[in-house]
């Protein structure tokens, strides 16, 4: 069995912590390790091989860190340059997977959902192992808990085989008098987005009713490019790829579909109020992260990422604190945050695609000060870590260690820049910088000039690949 890791949403309503260079998959919403780490985590006790992960060329270095954090060695982190929806994914995950050998079980997770209970969870893996290996192609349908309008549902057969049950029909997002009779009827579950199959059954499927699929998904791999660790999908031939979900592309069509109910505490955290759903909470009701004082406050959640934050006497209401934006919602309302998100597209605001805090493959910088002419960054590099070597016409430098020590070229010079120490890269001038220690090197960095953009670079090396 071969996990397949959808990795490639953007998580959108819950802006401000996730955006679109940092989406939900790898937050620490619920637990010390991203969704996109307990996904993983939650494997643990299977017999299964290194998974292969499918992604957004722009979060690359963020799977790969948090990969590397578990000891995980990916069997491939597969570069989508564009989004083409859940079946391309699959395909080229399929495609992948069939390339090394044999005709493996496929085990496809989005890389941004919770389950609270594993052991119940593999309980339901090996029932759809079985019906995987005898040809279908299974469906997880999460046993509903409310009537849900939010999600699509899977009515099933009234019998079960082999752990599993015939799929009768996958019903579109309802409205909640539907989704009432649904949860009486005892018929329908919730469409979780997890599937099991063979490689080769999924293609033949998806052959059968979108051939375009496979035929572009093909030619992608085939003209792919290995860039590092990570595998660039041919973005002409990808972009030629209809954007299908698996359900509409395969699932919906196929009549070997099955579905195994799974009751093991899922949700995909769609909005706040249902991360708050999942959270812990205080005797008030409330799930508080950071550093937060409340009085007279029930039924909330609290996120407070730099700063104190304090409430008094609200109820049913979100509070989310970031360095750069806060957002205050009412629960009932809070799927409404797309509204915001639009608006802040619409208005091109940055905070509607990149944090405050930025992350690298090298690290991470946070902008903490600007003006008219100047900006200061609170920089840091991972052990072992090296900035490209490069150069800008418009801005000077000066770099400050608070802790660790840089090695840094400047000009024709290397040394050493240790705790307490600066050092200054005039306008124009080739400079480098590493960490060659075993800590993260932290340091300030003072920028001055007459343009101070992030596209005022000149790269003449780097290590880790295209940008």
């Known amino acids: 069995m071969i996990p397949i890791l959808l990795s490639g949403g953007s998580g959108s309503r819950l802006w401000p912590l996730s955006r679109a260079t940092y989406p939900k998959q790898f937050l620490a919403m619920n637990s010390e390790f991203s969704m996109f780490q307990e996904t993983l985590r939650r494997l643990n006790g299977l017999d299964h091989q290194a998974p292969i992960v499918i992604c957004n060329a722009d979060h690359r270095f963020l799977a790969a860190e948090k990969l590397r954090e578990l000891e995980i060695t990916a069997q491939n982190i597969i570069l989508e340059p564009m989004g083409r929806n859940t079946a391309p994914a699959i395909a080229i995950a399929a495609l992948e997977a069939l390339k090394q050998g044999g005709d493996p079980v ?4 989005p890389a941004d959902h919770t ?21 279908a192609l299974v469906t997880f349908g999460v046993v509903p808990k409310s009537p849900h309008t939010g999600y699509g549902y899977i ?32 018929d329908y579950l919730w469409n979780g987005g997890m599937f099991m199959f063979r490689a080769s059954r999924y293609l033949a499927e998806l052959e059968k009713y979108n051939p375009d699929v496979v035929t572009h998904c093909t030619a992608a791999l085939e003209q792919a490019e290995a860039d590092f660790d990570f595998t660039r999908l041919n973005s002409d031939a990808f972009a030629k790829c209809p954007g299908i979900s698996i359900d509409y592309a395969v699932m919906e069509q196929t009549t070997e579909a099955r579905v195994v109910p799974l009751d093991a ?40 990422e730099h700063k104190l934050v304090t409430t008094i006497g609200i109820d049913e209401l979100i509070v989310v604190d970031t360095k750069d934006a806060l957002l205050v919602a009412h629960k009932d309302k809070s799927e409404d945050v797309k509204n915001i998100l639009e608006e802040l597209k619409r208005r091109d605001r940055s905070e509607a695609v990149i944090h405050r805090e930025v992350y690298r493959p090298w690290g991470k910088y946070d902008s903490i000060g600007f003006g008219d002419r100047d900006q200061v960054k609170r920089i840091t590099v991972n052990p072992g870590a090296k900035l490209s ?25 290397t040394f050493m820049v240790h705790e307490n120490e600066s050092t200054y890269i005039p306008i124009g001038t080739v400079h480098a910088l590493e960490n060659p220690g075993v800590i993260p090197l932290e340091m300030i960095e ?22």
């Open 106 to 109: 496929l085990l496809v997770l």
């Open 115 to 135: 389950i609270q209970d594993a052991p119940a969870f593999h309980v339901a893996i090996r029932k759809a192992e079985k019906l995987a290996l005898e040809g």
């Open 155 to 186: 009515k099933r057969g009234t019998t079960e085989k082999n752990g599993g049950y015939d799929v009768v029909q996958f019903v579109e997002k309802p409205d909640l008098a539907t989704a009432e009779t649904f949860l009486s009827s005892g």
């Open 265 to 304: 505490g899922w949700s995909d955290i769609g909005s706040w109020s249902s991360l708050w759903d999942v959270c812990e909470k205080d005797g008030n009701g409330n799930t508080l992260t950071g550093d937060i004082i409340t009085d007279s406050t029930r039924n909330s959640y609290i996120f407070a």
């Open 389 to 413: 070597k490069q150069m800008h016409h418009h801005r000077a430098e000066h770099w400050i260690v608070v802790k660790g020590s840089a090695r840094v070229t400047n000009g024709e010079e």
């Open 446 to 467: 003072v920028q001055s000039g007459s343009y101070l953009g992030e596209d005022d670079i000149v790269r003449f090396e780097d290590r880790y690949g295209r940008a």
